[in-house]
């Protein structure tokens, strides 16, 4: 923690509890308590407060009377929830920028696929696609004017694919598969048919969250 500065404290304890997860030092469930951080990190438990508070909103830590602070625990159900949710939002949010992408925006999307069909094609570890996924969907947010959809957007899934449930998501699909998925999005967008793009964004999520339910605490085991 050095070289924090003082005015930054809460977003880097933040940032810190989200690598413990990434890395699987702390697992969906474990109690996350404000002392044992304030000792290991030697600061005070107020911007450790403020960081659970942060993370709380981001759907990552939860919090019960009695029980204390946790890192969140999905069911089967809720995993499908949120991926369903999250698509709907994202389809609609999208479809409605269509006619707002540029040239360019369909160019660098291009360019993102392509580099996932490389990656397929070298057999590269399948970490080096993560990047290249944030990426496409960081294009497709960027002609949304609307900061609470996108903010809603990414809680609903991104908080369980890159974090909760990382390890699981990256191994999800194949490479293969990977690029497939978003070449389908990328055709859908450049068809011009708005209909076609909501039902392959939504699809893309549901799918996606019916393979991530198998990981729910109610029936993964180990």
């Known amino acids: 923690m050095d070289g924090i500065k003082k005015l930054t404290y809460s977003e880097q304890v933040a940032e810190y509890i989200k690598q413990s997860i990434l890395e699987g030092e ?11 951080l304030a000792e290991k990190l030697g ?5 450790i407060r403020e960081a659970l508070q942060i993370l709380a909103r981001e759907g990552l830590i939860k919090s019960e009377p009695q029980k204390g602070k946790h890192v969140s625990a999905l069911t089967a159900k809720q995993i499908v929830d949120s991926y369903f949710t999250g698509g709907v939002l ?16 369909i160019s660098n999307l291009e360019q993102i696929v392509e ?13 080096s696609l993560t990047q290249l996924d944030t990426t496409f969907h960081n294009i497709l947010f960027s002609r949304i004017d609307n900061e609470l959809l996108i903010e809603l957007c990414r809680r609903s899934c991104q908080g369980i694919s890159k974090f909760l449930l990382y390890k699981r ?4 699909y194949t490479p293969k598969q990977v ?9 859908a967008l450049k068809s011009g048919r708005p209909s076609r793009l909501e039902k392959t964004i939504r699809k893309h999520y549901t799918d996606s969250g019916k393979r991530m339910s198998k990981y729910g605490v109610d029936v993964h085991k180990g």
């Open 169 to 172: 998501w990256i191994n999800l």
């Open 90 to 105: 994202e389809a609609a949010a999208v479809t409605q920028a269509m006619p707002l992408y540029t040239d360019e925006d």
């Open 43 to 47: 600061i005070s438990r107020a911007p």
């Open 26 to 36: 702390l697992s969906p469930g474990d109690q996350v308590k404000e002392v044992m």
């Open 115 to 127: 580099q996932m069909h490389e990656v397929a094609e070298s057999g590269e570890d399948h970490e």
């Open 179 to 187: 690029y497939e998925r978003h070449l389908v999005i990328l055709e």
